[in-house]
């Protein structure tokens, strides 16, 4: 199982928004409405932002939201503020009944 | 106040074997799937296996990289879930995480890490 695709870095000014796609394929992403996004700062243990797709846990700011079309996934991020610079991972359940993560991005605040 | 302590990490050499320990409170734990991530260093997130809940079959799930070597397992008494890893290899290197999770797809509580160290 390959790992998702996401680019390696992101940036944006306090304010703005930006957006980490997450691309699979149609045995992954494509496949079920259960792709979820981690929040990861130096050192930390990952944080859960959004889950199967678009679901924000309790106490995710609303500034954070996912979307997904086809085999790509979304992660936007509206508002950005200094807080939001880390790494963010996206995730997905796969067709063989694993779980496969993304490479990663960083994200940067300008 | 869910908690998740892993225990067990350390130094080992490669062929070895380590047992690895998830030790949890603030939930009730046979009703939730837990997963273990690693993550090497300064690398990305990597998905090694999960066990779903026993309302669910309890049915276990690993990926390629540590099926055959590595075992997930649940005590719901105790509240703790297990990582028995054997055969280890260098590339097994990396901080692991103990998860929990509604369903076996996301992960909405970690722990705090364990590093495993493989190396002669």
């Known amino acids: 199982q390959s790992a998702l695709t996401q680019p390696a870095s992101v940036s944006g000014s306090p304010g703005q928004s930006i957006t980490i796609s997450c691309t699979g394929t149609?045995?992954?992403?494509?496949?079920?409405?259960?792709v979820s996004w981690y929040q990861q700062h130096p050192g930390k243990a990952p944080k859960l932002m959004i889950y199967d797709v678009s679901n924000r846990p309790s106490g995710v700011s609303n500034r954070f939201s996912g979307s997904k079309s086809g085999n790509t996934a979304s992660l936007t991020i509206s508002g950005l503020q200094a807080e939001d610079e880390s790494d963010y991972y996206c995730?997905?359940?796969?067709?063989?009944?694993?779980?496969?993560f993304g490479g990663g991005t960083k994200l940067t605040v300008l | 106040e869910v908690q998740l302590v892993e225990s067990g990490g350390g130094l080992v050499q490669p062929g070895r074997s380590l047992r690895l320990s998830c030790t949890t409170s603030g939930f009730t734990f046979g009703d939730y799937a837990m997963s273990w991530v690693r993550q090497a260093p300064g690398k990305g997130l990597e998905w090694i296996t999960f066990?779903?809940?026993?309302?669910?079959?309890?049915?276990?799930e690993y990926a390629a990289s540590v099926n055959g070597r590595f075992t997930i397992s649940r005590d719901d008494s105790k509240s703790i879930a297990y990582l028995q890893m054997n055969s280890l290899k260098t590339e097994d290197t990396a901080v692991y995480y103990c998860t929990r999770g509604s369903s076996p797809d996301y992960s909405d509580y970690w722990g705090q890490g364990t590093l495993v160290t493989v190396s002669s």
């Open positions: 995730s997905s359940y796969t067709s063989s009944s694993n779980v496969v």
């Open positions: 066990i779903r809940s026993k309302a669910f079959g309890g049915t276990k």
């Open positions: 149609s045995n992954d992403v494509g496949a079920y409405n259960y």
